[in-house]
């Protein structure tokens, strides 16, 4: 019996120091190196086939999140910056900067099928919207969205957002809100009738970049340097503020742990809690990579992913280059995973 006692008092020291060396909350739990040149931009991934896609350079990245296997990249596009689906056409529509274009292609090969001349100029962010049946992109240098009917692929009309167009969410029942980022506010438009229904301002917040929704609720999160700005999208308000790092570019509300999640490009993921529609908290600071400012979610793992790469030292300045910014590895273009 003196053994057994022994025993179960080791067994029980054991498994408390696993308990106290496990990370509590959000921690990194794969590192997937993609390789490839260039810069990078969105990610959005794929729930039914479970593709992460990752814009980068002139070619999307593919990465199955699930077996942790890349696939082969979809090639010879144009200074990529998003990518959207629309399920029930089985297409998918990657928005390319430099060549004012969107490429259309297949959910299922990965084959592009088409591309599509932008109304604007410097296409952006990319999303489609169900309840119109349209992909809609935001082009930053003519401060205006295209509409292309999915049906068809054809251009259907433009709306002026009025300032330079950041990343944009839609309701689900005809209405597409867009973060505004010269003059820091929202502005909602109709998926149908491209006309704008109203806008209102963020502030304190000043240079929305990243923007997610909570339908429930009826809130929308918009990241700002060092600040997420909670609005009512109903009455067209500010309802609250929430701290967070600086250099945001993304954030991700998980409607099945009331979580909303910013990714900051100086190096930390801030998680904030979900108290009540209008109360926020911050619950922890996550350590992620310098750069990471870009980020999806998987609302089934509930896992984060950001994106990054390796940086040598900056070259030395020169007159066209007086403050030139770091190099980054060749090769170590990677995708960081985070969870509990």
């Known amino acids: 019996m003196k053994h057994l006692r022994i025993v179960v008092l080791v067994l029980c020291v054991f498994v408390v120091s696993l ?80 060549g004012n274009s969107v490429s259309v292609f297949d959910l299922k090969t990965g084959k592009v ?47 002026d957002i009025g300032g330079k167009p950041e990343f944009a969410v839609t309701d689900g029942k005809g209405t597409i809100f867009v973060n505004n980022e010269d003059k820091s506010e929202i ?64 954030v991700r509300y998980d409607p099945g742990t009331g979580l909303v999640f910013a990714s900051n490009g100086g190096g930390n993921l801030t998680v904030v809690r979900q108290e009540s529609a209008d109360k926020y908290s911050v619950v922890e600071t996550v350590p992620t990579a310098r750069g990471a400012r870009t980020m999806e979610l998987d609302p089934k793992t509930h896992h984060v992913f950001v994106v990054t790469a390796e940086y040598g030292p900056a070259p030395a300045p020169t007159t066209e280059q007086p403050r030139p910014r770091p190099t980054v590895v060749p090769g170590s273009f990677m995708v960081l995973e985070f969870g509990k």
């Not at 401060?143 to 692929?153: G, H, L, M």
């Not at 929305?208 to 999208?233: E, N, Q, T, W, Y």
Request: net charge positive; hydrophobic share 40%.
């Open 19 to 98: 308990s106290l060396a496990a990370p509590a909350g959000y921690h990194q739990l794969k590192k997937h190196v993609l390789g490839g040149e260039g810069g990078w931009d969105y990610m959005a991934l794929d729930g039914q086939t479970r593709l992460l896609y990752v814009t980068h350079g002139n070619a999307v990245e593919i990465l199955n999140v699930d077996t942790g296997v890349k696939a082969a990249p979809i090639t010879d596009l144009k200074g990529v910056h998003g990518v959207a689906f629309a399920p029930k056409r089985n297409r998918g529509y990657i928005s390319n900067g430099r």
């Open 113 to 159: 099928l088409a591309e599509i001349p932008s109304s604007g100029q410097n296409p952006d962010a990319i999303m489609y919207d169900a309840f119109s049946d349209r992909v809609f992109t935001f082009n930053g240098r003519t401060a205006n969205a295209t509409a292309i009917d999915a049906a068809t692929d054809k251009v259907v009309g433009t709306v």
């Open 187 to 250: 502005v909602a438009f109709g998926a149908k009738t491209l006309q704008v229904k109203t806008r209102w301002s963020i502030a304190p917040g000043e240079g929305p970049s990243g923007l997610a929704i909570d339908l429930k609720h009826k809130r929308l999160f918009s990241v700002c340097d060092k600040v997420m700005v909670v609005s009512d999208f109903e009455k067209g308000k500010v309802v609250t503020t929430v701290p967070i790092g600086d250099g945001p570019d993304a």
